[in-house]
């Protein structure tokens, strides 16, 4: 996906450093909380999660938690790689 007109025909879009920090925090805050509220059973979803750039940055207890969806063939093989077979 490092071709820009690739990434503009499939309508790929990286998101920026700061933004995946900032997401992040978001969603071990919302993890961390419904631990305080006794539930540890949650999912999360990401339906463009391209390579899996923002859900690189959870620790591996998460992962398990995670649901991943891309329409690209490469970004689903480079997630499954990342993730196990989550994508």
């Avoid at 925090?25 to 899996?52: E, F, L, P």
């Amino acid at each position: 996906m490092n071709e820009k007109y690739v990434q503009k025909v499939q309508g790929a879009f990286f998101t920026p450093p700061q933004y995946v920090k900032i997401s992040t925090q978001y969603v071990k805050n919302a993890i961390k909380q419904s631990k305080i509220d006794g539930y540890d059973n949650y999912v999360i979803v990401d339906r463009c999660s391209g390579v899996g750039n923002l859900e690189s940055q959870f620790e591996e207890e998460i992962y398990p938690h995670l649901i991943l969806g891309t329409i690209n063939e490469a970004e689903a093989f480079t997630a499954n790689i990342r993730f196990g077979e989550l994508a």
